[in-house]
């Protein structure tokens, strides 16, 4: 364990932003879960609906590094192709 007091305060500022980015992705894989729900049980508008929620979070996660850019344009091409072949 770190001993000075700068280390420690680094130390709970990480644990805090851990607990913090661990929230975010729940919510992420949550609202990804849901869509996937949604378009297995053939309810294109409540998939819609979910998508401009689910995109939104996805996009501030990215900017906030939580996610990779490129992960982020992932999980939004495969969500809109699945609604749009469906549609």
Do not use: C, F, P, W
Request: aromatic share 2%.
């Amino acid at each position: 364990m770190a001993s000075h007091a700068s280390a420690l305060k680094a130390h709970r500022q990480s644990l805090q932003r851990r607990e913090h980015n661990r929230q975010l992705r729940s919510r992420l894989r949550t609202g990804l879960k849901a869509i996937r729900a949604a378009m297995d049980q053939k309810d294109l508008d409540g998939a819609k609906a979910m998508l401009n929620e689910t995109v939104s979070l996805i996009d501030k996660m990215a900017t906030k590094g939580i996610i990779h850019r490129n992960t982020a344009g992932r999980y939004k091409s495969r969500i809109a192709k699945r609604i749009s072949t469906n549609a």
